[in-house]
């Protein structure tokens, strides 16, 4: 979960592995990590899509991989994770 904006576990894991993907490019071609956005990805799950119309979609982006990491939702350990309260 991201303020309103609620998505899947297995969602938000997709969007880490995605943006994870993006770190390994060359360096010298890395776009910075707070203006990245995984909206031309092809394999970016549906239920993003919608986020890709927002100006602050890199920002809600880097937030739910960032809430991804260290498989921490699975624990309830994450107060962005849904399904916690």
């Known amino acids: ?3 309103d904006l609620k998505f ?3 969602s938000v894991k997709k969007l880490k592995e995605l943006m994870d993907g993006n770190r390994h ?3 010298r071609m890395m776009v910075p990590i707070a ?3 995984p909206c031309q990805e092809k394999h970016l799950p549906e ?3 919608p986020v890709c119309k927002r100006e602050d979609a890199p920002i809600i982006f880097r937030r739910l991989s960032l809430a991804a990491e260290d498989d ?3 624990i309830c350990a994450n107060a962005a994770c849904a399904g916690c309260f």
């Open 35 to 37: 203006s990245y956005s």
């Open 72 to 74: 921490l939702c699975e």
């Open 8 to 10: 899947s576990l297995e």
């Open 47 to 49: 239920e993003f899509w």
């Open 1 to 3: 979960q991201d303020g």
């Open 25 to 27: 490019t060359n360096p």
